[in-house]
């Protein structure tokens, strides 16, 4: 099952300094058949203005991963942590019990990212957060894990949930296969390019809800960068 969900058909908002697309249901968004994809709650395509940002606010139980796309974020939080993530990098701040974090685009360009909750295994812990390179080169026609709460994925930065968050650049011609176990969930976005999933058409920031296959094959059409979650 592969159910494509057009960029130009997502809910969103206009803020101004701020415009946003919702894959799922998200502040004044309201979709019953949109609130999550397994343990995904959360899919956010964020265009952050120069110079502007979210001023702090608190989060709890959810593990809150940020990809950059284009641009940079900086971030922080109630304890003490400050760090600038740029395009290409990822992010990750497990809530637990409880933190307060604020996110700002210091640049002198729109920043662009996608912001996904994944829902944790067990409520409260210890609020963690960090940020590492992933370089798009080491991505080049395969899957990289960038985030994960499975056992063997220990380059990739911690999440504390029963799912992994994945990258993968394809120049066109390539393809990319991913082996999805029974019972779990992909949903797949494009931050650029497009490809064939199982033979479904996706464009750049298309969304792709996928489960019931065993294997998620992509084909790029053109160069593409694609991130995909996979969870229980």
Do not use: C
Not at 176 to 199: F, I, M, Q, T
């Amino acid at each position: 099952m592969i159910e494509r969900r057009p960029f130009n058909e997502l809910g969103g908002a206009d803020h101004g300094w701020l415009k946003a697309k919702h894959h799922f249901s998200f502040a004044g968004y309201m979709d019953e058949k949109r609130m999550g994809w397994g343990a995904l709650r959360v899919w956010n395509d964020d265009e952050i203005a120069a110079g502007t940002g979210f001023p702090p606010h608190p989060h709890a139980d959810m593990e809150i991963i940020t990809y950059v796309r284009d641009g940079a974020i900086t971030h922080q939080d109630s304890l003490g942590n400050h760090g600038r993530t740029e395009a290409g990098d990822v992010q990750v701040m497990s809530a637990g019990s409880g933190i307060r974090h604020a996110e700002y685009n210091a640049e002198g360009e729109t920043t662009r990212i996608f912001q996904i909750w994944i829902i944790p295994d067990a409520r409260g812990g210890e609020p963690s957060w960090g940020s590492r390179p992933f370089p798009k080169g080491d991505r080049s026609g395969r899957f990289v894990t960038l985030a994960s709460g499975q056992d063997g994925d220990g380059d990739a930065l911690p999440i504390r949930a029963d799912a992994r968050v994945l990258g993968a650049t394809l120049k066109a011609g390539e393809r990319a296969d991913y082996a999805l176990g029974p019972g779990r969930h992909a949903y797949l976005v494009l931050a650029k390019g497009s490809v064939e999933v199982n033979g479904t058409r996706i464009d750049a920031r298309d969304g792709a809800a996928i489960r019931d296959v065993s294997t998620v094959t992509l084909t790029a059409l053109d160069d593409a960068e694609i991130v995909l979650v996979d969870s229980r």
